[in-house]
Protein backbone atom coordinates (compact mmCIF):
# COMPACT_ATOMS: atom_id res chain seq x y z
CA UNK A 1 0.00 0.00 0.00
CA UNK A 2 1.11 3.16 -1.06
CA UNK A 3 0.06 6.66 0.79
CA UNK A 4 -0.35 9.73 -2.00
CA UNK A 5 -1.05 13.53 -1.05
CA UNK A 6 -1.71 16.34 -3.15
CA UNK A 7 -2.82 19.91 -3.36
CA UNK A 8 -4.69 22.13 -5.93
CA UNK A 9 -6.36 25.32 -5.85
CA UNK A 10 -10.00 26.55 -6.09
CA UNK A 11 -11.54 29.29 -7.55
CA UNK A 12 -12.74 30.85 -4.81
CA UNK A 13 -16.32 31.59 -6.66
CA UNK A 14 -16.71 27.89 -7.04
CA UNK A 15 -15.93 26.85 -3.14
CA UNK A 16 -19.74 26.03 -3.05
CA UNK A 17 -20.24 24.56 -6.34
CA UNK A 18 -17.27 22.08 -5.30
CA UNK A 19 -18.44 21.08 -2.04
CA UNK A 20 -22.33 19.99 -3.40
CA UNK A 21 -20.78 18.15 -6.45
CA UNK A 22 -18.73 16.35 -3.82
CA UNK A 23 -21.66 15.97 -1.60
CA UNK A 24 -23.33 13.97 -3.64
CA UNK A 25 -20.80 11.93 -5.49
CA UNK A 26 -21.55 10.08 -8.58
CA UNK A 27 -21.70 6.56 -7.53
CA UNK A 28 -19.76 5.17 -10.79
CA UNK A 29 -16.89 7.56 -10.30
CA UNK A 30 -17.08 6.34 -6.43
CA UNK A 31 -17.23 2.68 -8.09
CA UNK A 32 -14.27 3.48 -10.55
CA UNK A 33 -12.17 5.04 -7.75
CA UNK A 34 -12.78 1.21 -5.86
CA UNK A 35 -11.82 -0.69 -8.66
CA UNK A 36 -8.81 1.16 -9.53
CA UNK A 37 -7.52 0.36 -5.93
CA UNK A 38 -7.95 3.43 -4.28
CA UNK A 39 -9.00 3.44 -0.54
CA UNK A 40 -9.25 6.20 2.37
CA UNK A 41 -9.86 8.62 -0.48
CA UNK A 42 -10.50 12.22 1.09
CA UNK A 43 -10.27 16.02 -0.22
CA UNK A 44 -10.01 18.81 2.53
CA UNK A 45 -10.58 22.25 1.87
CA UNK A 46 -8.84 24.67 3.71
CA UNK A 47 -8.35 28.91 2.90
CA UNK A 48 -4.82 29.92 2.98
CA UNK A 49 -3.93 32.95 4.69
CA UNK A 50 -4.23 35.02 1.69
CA UNK A 51 -7.82 33.96 0.52
CA UNK A 52 -6.65 31.35 -1.78
CA UNK A 53 -8.86 27.89 -1.41
CA UNK A 54 -6.60 24.67 -1.77
CA UNK A 55 -7.41 21.41 -1.81
CA UNK A 56 -5.77 18.41 -0.21
CA UNK A 57 -6.42 15.06 -1.07
CA UNK A 58 -5.19 11.91 0.10
CA UNK A 59 -5.46 8.39 -0.66
CA UNK A 60 -4.39 5.00 -0.52
CA UNK A 61 -3.51 3.13 -3.49
CA UNK A 62 -3.46 -1.35 -3.11
CA UNK A 63 -2.55 -1.87 -6.47
CA UNK A 64 -0.21 -3.24 -8.23
CA UNK A 65 0.14 -1.13 -11.14
CA UNK A 66 -0.45 2.59 -10.51
CA UNK A 67 0.01 3.97 -13.45
CA UNK A 68 -2.43 0.59 -15.29
CA UNK A 69 -5.46 1.63 -12.66
CA UNK A 70 -4.81 5.79 -13.40
CA UNK A 71 -4.99 5.18 -16.97
CA UNK A 72 -8.16 3.03 -16.50
CA UNK A 73 -9.77 5.74 -14.41
CA UNK A 74 -8.86 8.21 -17.39
CA UNK A 75 -10.37 6.38 -19.55
CA UNK A 76 -13.15 5.78 -18.32
CA UNK A 77 -16.25 7.84 -19.87
CA UNK A 78 -18.24 8.48 -16.74
CA UNK A 79 -14.61 9.47 -14.83
CA UNK A 80 -14.32 12.20 -17.91
CA UNK A 81 -17.64 13.97 -17.83
CA UNK A 82 -17.38 14.04 -13.62
CA UNK A 83 -14.07 15.47 -14.45
CA UNK A 84 -15.23 18.23 -16.70
CA UNK A 85 -17.58 19.23 -13.47
CA UNK A 86 -14.70 19.82 -11.20
CA UNK A 87 -11.89 20.96 -13.49
CA UNK A 88 -13.94 24.44 -13.60
CA UNK A 89 -13.84 25.16 -10.35
CA UNK A 90 -10.04 24.33 -9.74
CA UNK A 91 -6.36 25.93 -10.40
CA UNK A 92 -3.93 23.57 -10.57
CA UNK A 93 -0.56 24.84 -9.11
CA UNK A 94 1.49 26.79 -11.83
CA UNK A 95 5.01 25.13 -10.22
CA UNK A 96 3.28 21.64 -10.84
CA UNK A 97 4.93 19.03 -12.69
CA UNK A 98 4.16 18.25 -17.09
CA UNK A 99 1.51 15.77 -16.96
CA UNK A 100 -0.26 16.75 -13.29
CA UNK A 101 -3.51 18.29 -12.88
CA UNK A 102 -3.00 17.70 -9.16
CA UNK A 103 0.53 18.63 -7.75
CA UNK A 104 1.58 15.27 -6.13
CA UNK A 105 3.47 15.97 -2.32
CA UNK A 106 6.15 14.52 -0.69
CA UNK A 107 5.13 12.09 2.69
CA UNK A 108 7.90 13.67 4.94
CA UNK A 109 6.27 12.08 7.95
CA UNK A 110 3.94 9.00 8.46
CA UNK A 111 3.11 7.08 11.85
CA UNK A 112 0.49 4.45 12.72
Known amino acids: ?24 A ?10 CHIRNY ?6 LDDGQPCLFSYFEYTGSDFEADM ?3 AAD ?4 RW ?5 PCQ ?4 SRAPGEWW ?3 EEVFHTD
Open 1 to 24: MKRYGSVLKLRPEKVAEYKQLHAA
Open 71 to 73: ARM
Open 42 to 47: SIYLRT
Open 83 to 87: WECCK
Open 103 to 105: SNM
Open 26 to 35: WPDVLKMIRE
Open 77 to 80: PTTQ
Open 91 to 94: LPLA
